[in-house]
Nanobody, 128 residues
Framework: QVQLVESGGGLVQAGASLTLSCAAS????????MGWFRQAPGKEREFVAA????????NYEDSVKGRFTISRDRAKNTLYLQMNRLKHEDTGVYYC?????????????????????WGQGTKGTVSS
């Protein structure tokens, strides 16, 4: 149906920036929304940001508001996460996910169960 491949992770110092990408290979699947989640060492995977495919609406977890920007290129079926002013606590494996469910609320899009496909993850490490 859909395959997701993340890229762009790496090791940076606190205050630096990283841009993550997620390329979606779509066959018999319609994307209604996509999201970024992250899993810090020893912690559960948590919501970071989500975007609806059409129209282009976004939602963020409170700790990343004003620092992270989620965007998508519909023509390329690619999702992005621009991360600025990175903090040590932003360290983790970042996963993109795609939802084929139409009309999801923001509270639903913060729930991992709302997503139908996941990438393998890309690791971002922020040194303090």
């Amino acid at each position: 149906q859909v395959q997701l491949v993340e890229s762009g992770g790496g090791l940076v110092q606190a205050g630096a920036s990283l841009t993550l990408s997620c390329a979606a290979s779509v066959r018999t699947f319609r994307i209604y929304a996509m999201g970024w989640f992250r899993q810090a060492p020893g912690k559960e995977r948590e919501f970071v940001a989500a975007i609806t495919w059409n129209p282009n609406n976004t939602n963020y977890e409170d700790s990343v508001k004003g620092r992270f920007t989620i965007s998508r290129d519909r023509a390329k079926n690619t999702l992005y996460l621009q991360m600025n002013r990175l903090k040590h606590e932003d360290t983790g494996v970042y996963y993109c996910a795609a939802s084929g469910k139409d009309g999801s609320s923001w509270s639903e899009l913060k729930d991992q169960a709302q997503y139908d496909a996941w990438g393998q993850g890309t690791k971002g490490t922020v040194s303090s």
